[in-house]
Nanobody, 126 residues
Framework: QVLMVQSGGGLVQAGGSLRVSCAASGLSLSSYTGAWFRQAPGKERDFVATIDWSGVGTYYSDSVKGRFTISRDNAKNTMYLQMNSLKPEDTAVYYC???????????????????WGQGIQVTVSS
């Protein structure tokens, strides 16, 4: 059984930082493409960032580029999203995802992904 358990969300003031984690069991993250998405209330699930199997290749949405960093620790079977200079518009439920069909950078389309974390709330106050 594949499980992807997220942790690390919470409430932070604008300009602050948070790191969310995604620990996988039942599959080896190092073999696949990973990504983070987010969903604000009443909105669609939006692409945030993707990382290739090695952790070397990354790609970000324009809205987070330069502020967020996606990474992975394959030894710990865990993926991370470090979020700096947070803004109120970053408030959303954040989801990690894995695409079992790729090893390179992932798609920005959520339906491309096979497994998802449970989601974790990130709230940025102004």
């Amino acid at each position: 059984q594949v499980l992807m358990v997220q942790s690390g969300g919470g409430l932070v003031q604008a300009g602050g930082s948070l790191r969310v984690s995604c620990a996988a069991s039942g599959l080896s993250l190092s073999s696949y493409t990973g990504a983070w998405f987010r969903q604000a209330p009443g909105k669609e699930r939006d692409f945030v960032a993707t990382i290739d199997w090695s952790g070397v290749g990354t790609y970000y949405s324009d809205s987070v580029k330069g502020r967020f960093t996606i990474s992975r620790d394959n030894a710990k079977n865990t993926m991370y999203l470090q979020m700096n200079s947070l803004k109120p518009e970053d408030t959303a439920v954040y989801y990690c995802a894995v695409d079992l069909k790729r090893i390179g950078l992932g798609s920005s389309i959520s339906t491309s992904y096979d497994y998802w974390g449970q989601g974790i709330q990130v709230t940025v106050s102004s």
